[in-house]
């Protein structure tokens, strides 16, 4: 991790189909749950555990097929590694997946959406063979430009790169049953110390999907009137000065405080 600044705190089964829920009239909990596509929140309704995949190279396709169960959620962030092996493993893409896609600043692009991707044409085959939900930070999906990359250096683009969207995944983006969007002032970290002197600070992508599937995990329980329904296993999410590329915007000192003890039903796998 690179230095830290100062923080400076600036069983009824139904499902919502409004995916931006009204916060101020439900709970926290329950936005949480709305704010997912709706064919997640089915599937959190019907497995066992949740298993985040940070991008980390040291995570390699023999230990996810040894790890990940029939009755797995999987939560992909924006590059997300190993693109093929979710797509084509007969077990792993049977598997219900939520992918996030950042967004980039004030920008309209997200990572890991054109023109900054090299997974659109995977995303087409997931959504063949299961559940696929797909949130989006902040805003919409807008089919940006390229020369509306405020970074283009940071990830240039390349032949390879898919610079369009195909008809398919417009579809998934324009549908509410596999799309949403996330703010990154959620109430699941409305107590999250941003720091005012970074632009566009905010919580990192891994612990703002955690502290929403903990929320949504809740509203589950409450509404199926049961234990908690599901485990949550986080691997490769690390957060010191052995992993290279850490931004100074996201609070990590007040992240790794949090992680250091996380509720029974979460496990860590931290891994370099």
């Known amino acids: 991790m690179a230095h830290i600044k100062t923080s400076?705190?600036?069983?009824?089964?139904?499902?919502?189909?409004?995916?931006?829920?009204?916060?101020?009239?439900?709970?926290?909990?329950?936005?949480?749950?709305?704010?997912?596509?709706?064919?997640?929140?089915?599937?959190?309704?019907?497995?066992?555990?949740?298993?985040?995949?940070?991008?980390?190279?040291?995570?390699?396709?023999?230990?996810?097929?040894?790890l990940l169960q029939p009755d797995d959620v999987l939560v992909l962030f924006n590059h997300f590694i190993h693109a093929e092996f979710f797509a084509n493993h007969p077990l792993v893409s049977t598997l219900p997946k939520l992918l996030f896609f950042r967004q980039i600043g004030d920008s309209k692009l997200h990572f890991g959406?054109?023109?900054?991707?090299?997974?659109?044409?995977?995303?087409?085959?997931?959504?063949?063979?299961?559940?696929?939900?797909?949130?989006?930070?902040?805003?919409?999906y807008q089919f940006p430009l390229p020369?509306?990359?405020?970074?283009?250096?940071?990830?240039?683009?390349?032949?390879?790169?898919?610079?369009?969207?195909?008809?398919?995944?417009?579809?998934?983006?324009?549908?509410p049953q596999h799309h949403g969007v996330l703010s990154e002032q959620h109430p699941v970290v409305a107590d999250y110390p941003c720091f005012a002197d970074v632009h566009s600070s905010a919580p990192s992508s891994g612990f703002l999907?955690?502290?929403?599937?903990?929320a949504a995990r809740a509203h589950l329980q409450r509404i199926?009137?049961?234990?908690?329904?599901?485990?949550?296993?986080?691997?490769?999410?690390?957060?010191?000065?052995?992993?290279?590329?850490?931004?100074?915007?996201?609070?990590?000192?007040?992240?790794r405080q949090e992680m250091s003890a996380p509720p029974p039903e979460v496990e860590v796998i931290r891994q370099y």
Not at 18 to 42: G, H, K, R, V, Y
Not at 118 to 139: C, E, T
Not at 162 to 174: G, M, W, Y
Not at 236 to 243: C, E, I, P, Q
């Open 147 to 175: 020369e509306d990359d405020p970074s283009p250096h940071d990830d240039p683009i390349t032949d390879e790169r898919i610079l369009t969207l195909p008809p398919s995944v417009q579809a998934l983006l324009q549908n």
């Open 209 to 214: 999907l955690y502290r929403l599937l903990l």
């Open 8 to 66: 400076i705190p600036s069983n009824d089964r139904s499902l919502v189909k409004n995916s931006e829920a009204n916060t101020n009239d439900i709970s926290t909990e329950q936005a949480a749950f709305t704010s997912l596509p709706t064919n997640i929140q089915t599937a959190l309704t019907q497995n066992n555990r949740l298993v985040f995949i940070a991008n980390n190279p040291s995570i390699g396709t023999d230990q996810l097929e040894a």
């Open 224 to 255: 199926q009137n049961t234990a908690l329904p599901l485990r949550l296993l986080m691997l490769g999410f690390n957060d010191n000065d052995k992993t290279a590329h850490f931004w100074q915007g996201h609070n990590w000192e007040f992240e």
């Open 113 to 140: 959406l054109p023109p900054r991707s090299n997974n659109v044409s995977v995303m087409k085959r997931m959504a063949k063979s299961a559940p696929l939900g797909i949130l989006l930070s902040n805003q919409a």
